[in-house]
């Protein structure tokens, strides 16, 4: 198959980092197509460990070249950091790293636009990264955006950083902040320039020649399903399209060209931030998936909300997206617990709804019905092949595909490179 698209199917956090590294051993080009840097994928291999943020996670492997398409909003000095990271540790970028010229910049004023709104909003907060992100996608789609072209011209930079400025310092000083300068805005935009200069490059005509050569290519998403601008628990959602038609616009990709769509899903669930969650829970079994999975944010650091498997949404996940499979990961997680529930399905006044029948508001009422499985108390970490695992295991699994209709292709078991099994 040519075209792979990988998608979190949870609320972001669910081991895409691990399968895209994973998959792109066999690929050609892996693509980043959306979001900016409030995505985080944790990457542990024999280079070491990284939580990459912008860079597509194919860097990894000698033979793939990796592109940031147009989709993406970048922060310059994140970028520049992971950057100097990857040539610290002998990673080779030169003809293997593409950036979009057309990919959007977050400025200054983004991220702290992105605070301040935040704080005014009080206890109506949406428990955003604050790394600017919403703020920068509101510029681009009201056509006061300023992209990597514009930067690659002064006097256009210029001008179009002094109609930004006029207009976001006055919000600024209204919101007890200090008006920005534009010449440190300038001066430190310009030196970023020089050191991603190397990598810019139009990427579309790159993506279609691939396309047409028949190059294995994986398209990585970022964040989660359900933190999609329109699918999501809006408004505790990304700015960005997140299901899988977002490869087209973020990336020039036609949909007819996507031969293989892979959902990515934890073996539980979690959640960084504000916002509804069925199956959150607050007991002894909530604190313990979270020790256990290590569940902190690769991005933000914070502490992620952890509960049981909610099918319903997943299921909702597989059909909006069109999976053709489920890479499910942290399996292992729940090698130390005597049971383990799955929530099927919600009730609301006694009556079965379904994730799509309301809002964040609404879901925040839904009652989850749960489904009890066994637990297999053993260890499964470091099993290479499916008919190995404990009958409990494989019956959790089954029980999982059977409610969400979609096969389960690849099960991560651990968190090293080769801790996969390919069911």
Known sequence: MAVTLVIGSQWGDEGKGKIIDYLSEKSDFTVRFHGGN???????????????HLIPCGIFNDR????????????????????????????????RLFISTRCHLIMPYHKLLDKLLEEAK?????????????PTYADKVSYN????????????????????????????????????????IEKKYFSYLKLIKPYLRETYSLIQKAIKD???????????????????????????????????????VPPKKIDKIIGVVKAYTTRVGEGPFPTELFNEDGEKLRAIGGEFGATTGRPRRCGWFDAELVKFAAEINGFTGIAITKL????????????????????????????????????PVYKTIKGWNKKTVGIKKYENLPKEAKDYLKEIEKLINTKIVYISNGQKRNEIIKV
């Open 64 to 95: 793939t070249e990796t592109i940031i398409s147009n989709g993406v909003i970048i922060d310059l000095e994140v970028l520049v950091a992971e950057i100097e990271t990857l040539k610290r540790t002998k990673i080779n970028l030169k003809d």
């Open 122 to 134: 009080g206890k109506a907060k949406t428990g955003t990264t604050g790394r600017g992100i919403g």
């Open 145 to 184: 955006g300023i992209r990597i072209l514009d930067l690659l011209d002064k006097k256009i930079f210029a001008e179009k950083l002094e109609v930004q400025l006029r207009v976001k310092n006055k919000i600024l000083i209204a919101l007890g902040e200090n008006p920005l300068s534009q010449k440190e």
């Open 38 to 52: 409030n995505a985080g994928h944790t990457i542990l291999n024999d280079y070491g460990k990284f939580a990459m």
């Open 214 to 252: 028949n190059k294995k290519i994986l398209l990585e998403g970022a964040q989660g399903v359900f933190l999609d601008n329109d699918w999501g628990t809006y408004p505790y959602v990304s700015a960005s399209t997140v299901i899988a038609g977002g490869a087209n616009a973020g990336a020039g």
């Open 332 to 367: 292992d997680i729940l090698d130390h617990f005597k049971e383990i529930k799955i929530c099927t399905h919600y009730l609301l006044n006694g009556k079965r709804v379904n994730y799509y029948d309301g809002d964040s508001y609404f879901l925040k009422k839904v009652r």
